[in-house]
């Protein structure tokens, strides 16, 4: 076999282990209560992949009227989060280990979009990837980037909200 | 002279090149609305370092009832960017360009405290480190560390609220 | 303008200001010394890409005889940084401020492939993120990500090697 | 309990749980064929702290001439990774999971020094700290600052040389 130029490389399909992925995502964003704090809504959860939208408010920017980094840093560490959730077996929990973030340019517009990517799935480490993209007058800017190591917490469930 | 074992070395002292160094980043910090919205105190602030707290709240945490990863990021890029922004010259602003953080405990506790030290102080970019500490009853746990690399935007004063 | 899943980002193309970028690179490369000790190649480079290879050899390993974790970093950090120097003007040089790399596989096989790419050309700051894969028996297994802050230093061409 | 500025942290004193640790470190170290190639040197261990020195040769430097970033890596690196493996339980592996290098000054003198220390050490988790100096007309200069995750590989204990 012949190494040359342009080498491409073809990922394996991403496939949930825990039938009940959709439900056990969304209820977790449910019961962040930070997320309802700053108006974050979960647009789009897929296996290994989460997307999460922020609508700017006056309250989450920094001196200069743009969102605050630690704002971008939560939209896209829980986007990264939910990607990697959703791939873990049932009756486990995730743990965020690390997380890395450029900012790209400045977290200015109107609506903040985060999208998180599972890159590898191993059986006790997931590592993602994240961007987030701002929308200004309707068009997408690439505002931050971000490598994320998730480990999967095996047999600690994540606590479910009980009613009555 | 003969390299050994243990090796010392002797940082250089932090000295600021701006006389107006607390106020502008008092000023600053007060500005940023997002402080507001989660409570956040800066608590102490000198040349090279800067502490800042967040009592907890409900409305700041994740589906564990701890504090957001997200929230844990955004006090303690805070720190480490006023630990920059308090050594850079007059009629300059900070960026911050990336910055990579572990958590290594969880956020559980009845406060925050982020601490930001400038590690190396050069011309354009400047680079810090964080830690960040959850109080539990009375006692203290390293919760996070972060390293960060800010940016000086030289003759790129921040807007100052002018009330007239 | 509705915001829904799945959104898209269009990324702009990449544009070389220098017209010698082609041979700027491979002559850096060239003069890289360090290269011609592991034995790297400059298989292919682009406007704003790189790729690297590195064939197995003994003396590049750890203790379980894989290719080390420094030397997988040796050719990705390189493949990045000259991914980001091919889109750099004339007369200026490129600095590593910082990167982030994620092993995701051992370093075992016949070979190492190290690719980078820009992800943000500023006018100083370029961000470029690099993969590095191990070829085994034929097939390519995704072994290292990372993520690298690059500066431009204008007016700083590196130093040529003069002959005569 | 009052919480006002300057807070002071004070860690816990490192444990080795491996009677042999030193041993385990020293024959690891031995094992790394790419340790002999660059000339590296583990001049100290102790429990939670490593520290491993590099002489200067042309063959390893970049296109100035200085030390490369990659083989500034590949010493802080083991530094960080041989810190934790002492803390290590007999009977298991250190596995890198991810590192991020900040570098600080140009890798230029007659000498690298590379100092790994543990930050926090849990069950399967350890985060450590690295530093590296470069030693120039005998005085030492802040060269780098990385940030690592290792993994314990519980019942995976490193493959022995046997002679005989």
């Known amino acids: 076999m012949h190494w040359t ?3 491409k490389h073809s990922p394996q399909p991403m496939e949930p282990r ?19 704090l ?11 992949r989460c997307e999460i939208h922020l609508p700017f408010r006056a309250d989450l ?6 969102f605050h980094a630690g704002i971008v840093a939560t939209v896209v560490v829980s986007a990264g989060g939910y990607a990697g959730f959703s791939l873990m077996p049932a009756g ?3 743990l ?4 890395k973030l450029n900012l790209l340019a400045p977290g200015e517009g109107e609506r903040l979009i985060a ?21 200004k007058n309707g068009r997408s800017i690439h505002c931050a980037t971000m490598q994320q190591t998730l480990m999967t917490m095996h047999g ?4 479910q909200e009980h009613k009555s």
């Open 92 to 94: 486990s929990d995730v």
């Open 61 to 66: 920017t920094q001196q200069n009227e743009y």
């Open 18 to 36: 825990d039938p009940q992925w959709q439900e056990k995502v969304r209820g977790s964003f449910a019961r962040q209560k930070v997320m309802t």
């Open 96 to 99: 965020t280990v690390e997380y």
């Open 115 to 135: 999208i998180g990517e599972v890159v590898k799935s191993g059986r006790n480490l997931v590592i993602t990837r994240g961007e987030v993209y701002t929308v």
């Open 5 to 7: 130029a342009q080498h």
């Open 38 to 48: 700053i108006g974050a809504e979960l647009v789009d959860v897929r296996p290994g």
């Open 156 to 159: 600690k469930p994540q606590v």
